[in-house]
């Protein structure tokens, strides 16, 4: 391979990101991706950038981290951020996407460019080469027990798991009724209300219901996405208070509920609507069963039933440089969840990162890291600097710029993205 030339394995949101970046400074990007000749167990096609879990990027609201994390990549010409507002579906203040036409996009930018050469393989070994190891989440046994061996420490891992689709028209919308939680920007989720006795009764077959069986020994839940069943046996009202909590869904024909489900649109055409916060283990046949006593969804189709899937991350502190290579193969760095991000967007604004810092070490320019004052280079510092005793994924949020105040957010906004400007230029010099 040239000196022009950069490696990456995985063709999710970080690993499109990377190549994205390289691509547009003229470096040949040879990405290797098993799909659509390896069933991973998730994915349903061989396209870039293929959304698993849900169709939402989260918040779009600038007081929010995620929100305003998305704003920075916007700034730094971000393909998920260009994707997502080609393929966006209404979902109030959050932004969403019809997830086949979102991936059908990244996959279309990337192939038009001629220096893009796509490699169907399952890379099991560790490259020689300059290489960004974007694998995500669903990393292969064989390429996760090469990392080990490298490493010398049990990588970790948490199982995540998706939620049900259903078809829009097979939804009885003489119970169920469209509103976005405190009058949004529109109506767009469609809301199925129980009332106490309709809520027991869910509770009591949900916590009795068959899971499926996890082969895995370790069953280490990730707290940002816990199975339905599993937040059930917390306690009996945990579920009203959390994903099935009714308040600000009140209308004049609907002024009260004891609990609440919501629908999220999941196709731009507006035909499937996924189960928001129903991310279950539970055996098909007993999701259609125990989903089927959500008023509203007594006859509900289901096209997507939900499916429980081991995540795998690096402890990072260990193990990562200041340019998200890894130490003891600097040849290699790191990009998305691998590196212990969770989430969609954090995930693809790590992969422009590495895409960043590659381009810059192969041109011999000088390491640039990403300010701190933004939400990405906060993001990035935990990564670097968290405990390894108890590091997990985590997600963008405030708690990861502990000087920033909900009075002074607005000031936290501006710093953040006069400072992400200030870095993208230094990229670009």
Same mark, same amino acid.
Request: aromatic share 10%.
């Given at each position: %391979? ?29 990405? #290797? ?39 920075? %990549? ?55 080469? *300059? ?63 129980? !009332? ?24 280490? #839940? ?20 959390? %994903? ?13 509920? @004891? ?13 499937? @609507? ?9 055996? #098909? ?19 997507? #039933?939900?499916?429980?899937?081991? !995540? ?31 989430? @969609?967007? *954090? ?46 994924? %985590? ?15 607005? *000031? ?18």
């Amino acid at each position: %391979m040239s000196s022009k030339s950069v490696r990456i394995i995985g063709g999710g949101l970080a690993g499109s990101e990377a190549a994205f970046f390289l691509l547009k400074k003229g470096y040949d990007v040879d990405l #290797y991706e098993r799909r659509p000749k390896v069933n991973d167990g998730a994915h349903e096609t061989g396209l870039f950038g293929e959304l698993v879990c849900s169709n939402s990027l989260k918040s779009v609201r600038f007081d929010n981290a995620c929100g305003l994390l998305k704003e920075e %990549m916007r700034k730094m010409d971000s393909l998920t951020m260009k994707a997502a507002a080609l393929s966006e579906v209404p979902a109030g203040n959050a932004l969403s996407v019809d997830r086949e036409e979102f991936a059908s996009i990244i996959t279309k930018e990337l192939k038009a460019f001629t220096n893009f050469h796509v490699h169907e393989e399952d890379v099991s070994s560790l490259p020689e080469e *300059e290489t960004i190891v974007a694998t995500g989440p669903l990393t292969s046994e064989p390429f996760l027990s090469a990392l080990t061996d490298l490493l010398g420490e049990k990588n970790l891992s948490f199982f995540d798991a998706s939620a049900p689709i259903v078809a829009k028209n097979s939804i009885d919308l003489t119970k169920a009724y469209f509103k976005s939680r405190f009058e949004q920007s529109d109506s767009s989720y469609i809301n199925c209300p129980f !009332n106490r006795d309709e809520y027991e009764k869910f509770v009591m077959e949900l916590l009795g219901a068959k899971k499926a069986l996890v082969h895995e020994f370790d069953t280490h #839940y990730f707290e940002g996405c816990l199975p339905i069943e599993v937040m059930a046996a917390r306690g009996f009202e945990t579920l009203r208070h959390g %994903m099935l909590k009714p308040f600000g869904l009140e209308t004049p024909e609907h002024p009260f509920a @004891y609990a609440v489900a919501q629908l999220r649109q999941d196709t731009k055409l507006g035909d499937c @609507y996924n189960l928001v916060g129903f991310q279950t283990n539970l055996t #098909y046949p007993e999701q259609r069963r125990v989903f089927s006593l959500i008023p509203g969804l007594e006859h509900a189709e289901f096209i997507r #039933y939900g499916l429980m899937h081991r !995540n795998a991350y690096l402890d990072a502190p260990r193990c990562l440089s200041a340019d998200l290579s890894l130490q003891k193969a600097p040849q290699l760095t790191i990009a998305g969840q691998l590196a212990g991000v969770e989430g @969609y967007v *954090e995930s693809a604004a790590l992969g422009m990162i590495a895409g960043i810092n590659v381009y810059r070490k192969l041109e011999g320019k000088r390491f640039l890291a990403v300010p701190t004052e933004s939400v990405l280079g906060a993001l990035i510092d935990y990564l670097l600097h968290a405990s390894s005793a108890y590091f997990e994924p %985590m997600s963008a949020n405030w708690a990861l710029m502990p000087s920033s105040k909900k009075e002074t957010r607005q *000031e936290t906004i501006v710093t953040s993205l006069r400072a992400i400007e200030s870095y993208w230029s230094a990229v670009n010099e």
